[in-house]
């Protein structure tokens, strides 16, 4: 009985010691706080195009649209079909957008730069396409998933956090379209009315330290 009762509490020890430890891996980079004022804006990334720049060359003056991203999510490949339609919109307010792809352990597959450079061609981007090495920029804002979306006023503050919308598998379904009323509503000089959605997607892959 004793025995028994000592691996129970070792099963018991490994569960909270691994339940600990997810927790911690989620704390360690805090999503940023609306209000929060853009990190790392002359932080230099490499473009697909093989030029280099920064969120402050992606800006414009009404703000900036960053959407965390990557080659082969299946979140990503549901949504981004609708990346070419919100940063459209973005354009015409007036507001900058870019691509990031922070996912350094798949460096030597799907998300190497030769990838991203092949997929951006493929889905026709015509925003910048950005390597973040070492997923710094993914840690300075928190970045949880692919896709994550960070849209900042002209202030550079941080106005709307999350999800395109609701409906990742079927545009025609969608019932709340919560990217477009915060581009609609940062536009229009209006106060955000949905300021954070939950971000859903794949985990953003950093190398484990």
């Given at each position: 009985?004793?025995?028994?009762?000592?691996?129970?509490l070792?099963?018991?020890?490994?569960?909270?010691?691994?339940f600990t430890?997810?927790?911690?891996?989620?704390e360690?980079y805090?999503?940023?706080?609306?209000?929060?004022?853009?990190p790392?804006?002359?932080?230099?990334?490499?473009?697909?195009?093989?030029?280099?720049?920064?969120l402050?060359?992606?800006?414009?003056?009404?703000?900036?649209?960053?959407?965390?991203?990557?080659?082969t999510?299946?979140f990503?490949?549901?949504?981004?079909?609708?990346?070419?339609?919100?940063?459209?919109?973005?354009?015409?307010?007036?507001?900058?957008?870019?691509?990031?792809n922070?996912?350094?352990?798949?460096?030597?597959?799907?998300d190497?730069?030769?990838?991203m450079?092949?997929?951006?061609?493929e889905?026709?981007?015509?925003?910048?396409?950005l390597?973040?090495?070492?997923?710094?920029?993914?840690n300075?804002f928190?970045a949880?998933?692919?896709?994550?979306?960070?849209?900042?006023?002209?202030?550079?503050?941080?106005?709307y956090?999350?999800?395109?919308?609701?409906?990742?598998?079927d545009?025609?379904?969608?019932?709340?379209?919560?990217?477009?009323?915060?581009?609609?509503?940062?536009?229009?000089?209006?106060?955000?009315?949905?300021?954070?959605?939950?971000?859903k997607?794949?985990?953003?892959?950093?190398?484990?330290?």
């Amino acid at each position: 009985m004793k025995k028994i009762s000592l691996l129970l509490l070792s099963a018991s020890l490994l569960i909270l010691s691994a339940f600990t430890l997810r927790t911690d891996e989620g704390e360690k980079y805090p999503s940023l706080a609306i209000g929060a004022e853009m990190p790392m804006m002359d932080y230099s990334m490499l473009n697909v195009d093989q030029s280099s720049m920064t969120l402050n060359d992606v800006k414009q003056d009404n703000g900036t649209l960053v959407i965390f991203s990557c080659n082969t999510c299946p979140f990503v490949i549901q949504w981004e079909d609708r990346y070419d339609d919100v940063a459209g919109l973005a354009k015409r307010y007036g507001i900058g957008t870019a691509l990031i792809n922070s996912n350094e352990a798949k460096r030597e597959g799907d998300d190497s730069f030769d990838m991203m450079v092949e997929h951006a061609q493929e889905m026709n981007y015509f925003m910048p396409y950005l390597l973040d090495e070492n997923s710094k920029l993914a840690n300075a804002f928190g970045a949880k998933t692919t896709p994550h979306i960070f849209l900042f006023d002209g202030q550079n503050q941080l106005v709307y956090s999350g999800s395109i919308d609701d409906n990742s598998k079927d545009a025609n379904a969608v019932t709340e379209r919560y990217l477009q009323n915060a581009l609609n509503e940062l536009g229009m000089g209006k106060e955000i009315t949905l300021k954070e959605t939950p971000a859903k997607g794949c985990s953003i892959k950093r190398i484990k330290e």
